[in-house]
């Protein structure tokens, strides 16, 4: 376990030539049973990627292995993709008129119709979906439909899971749920589990090793946490912790000195109590996130944002003491 099952090497892909499209001389490795999520803004490569990987796509440069071996592009064979991989899309591509049971079911040979069977509900017991098993897909909700997709992929011995987008038509109550299923599915089988998400929560929550792309190139390649705590790029702390941006100038007016360009930092990282170095800011608003409140401050014209535990402790126009316990510079 966990030796390494994928390799990307120096991927590149480019659709036009006149602009960043595409993905560019990309590079990591993937253990095996782990998770693996790619996260970045709308165009900046995650499916092009993932495609790739997957054998739906020809790459214009480099290459992908999958236990060693090519994996073959689109030219290479006749049905494009790749026997110990499955793809998951947004549409799911099921059949919607046909039962649960014989979605999932059909894609297993009937040479043993007992094991299919029991392979089959094993399947459906392990995604909490065994309770659909003779409802029609299109009486299905989303989430309900998703956990069949991802069931259907998987059960042909599938050695690698890629989801395009896993959550996009989930609701709320049901993400969390559907993540630690998907989490605890790698734990128990082995699974690599290779997902794109434009939500970077989908990524802290359940990657092992998060890939951070930026028009086309990889930014960064980590552990969630290590990535969070140490953005290599602006980009990155903005689109994983919706940080705070100051420029030299407004960094001064909080009393923050820098010699870089910029000065970022997340809200969590904003001290609400008076220390020597702390700052009086005025309460602009107060946001009720329930256990918490978050902030926004005002100093001297520069507004930044602050985590309230005590729910209700500060009210708008009130003046509190706040110090930047920590802050990157870029």
């Not at 499955?86 to 099921?94: A, E, G, N, P, R």
């Amino acid at each position: 376990m966990n030796s390494q099952i994928i390799s990307v090497n120096n991927l590149t892909k480019q659709y036009q030539q006149t602009q960043v499209s595409g993905i560019s001389n990309i590079s990591f490795s993937i253990k095996q049973g782990d998770i693996v999520a790619i996260i970045g803004e709308s165009g900046s490569g995650k499916s092009t990627l993932l495609k790739c990987i997957y054998g739906l796509i020809k790459a214009d440069e480099g290459e992908v292995l999958l236990n060693g071996k090519k994996v073959k592009g689109p030219d290479e064979q006749l049905i494009p993709g790749n026997a110990e991989m499955k793809m998951v899309t947004q549409d799911f591509s099921l059949n919607i008129y046909a039962k649960v049971y014989d979605n999932i079911a059909s894609m297993l040979s009937n040479t043993d119709i007992k094991a299919k069977q029991e392979k089959t509900l094993e399947m459906m017991e392990r995604l909490h979906i065994t309770k659909l098993k003779d409802k029609k897909i299109i009486e299905l909700s989303g989430g309900e439909q998703q956990r069949v997709a991802i069931a259907k992929a998987l059960i042909s011995n599938t050695k690698v899971l890629l989801l395009d987008e896993p959550f996009s038509q989930v609701d709320s109550l049901l993400k969390n749920q559907l993540r630690a299923d998907i989490k605890r599915l790698a734990k128990e089988t082995g699974l690599t589990i290779i997902l794109v998400s434009h939500d970077p929560t989908d990524g802290l929550f359940l990657a092992d090793q998060l890939l951070i792309l930026k028009q086309g190139k990889l930014l960064q390649n980590d552990s969630p946490a290590a990535i969070y705590q140490n953005p290599s790029d602006i980009y990155t702390a903005k689109i994983l912790g919706n940080a705070v941006v100051l420029d030299a100038n407004e960094a001064d007016k909080i009393g923050i000195k820098t010699s870089k360009d910029n000065v970022v930092f997340y809200p969590e990282w904003v001290e609400l109590k008076s220390t020597w170095n702390s700052r009086r800011f005025e309460v602009e608003e107060v946001y009720y996130k329930g256990f918490y409140d978050e902030l926004l401050l005002e100093r001297n014209g520069v507004k930044i944002r602050a985590l309230q535990l005590n729910s209700g402790e500060h009210k708008k126009n009130d003046h509190v003491q706040a110090n930047i316990g920590r802050f990157l510079e870029f």
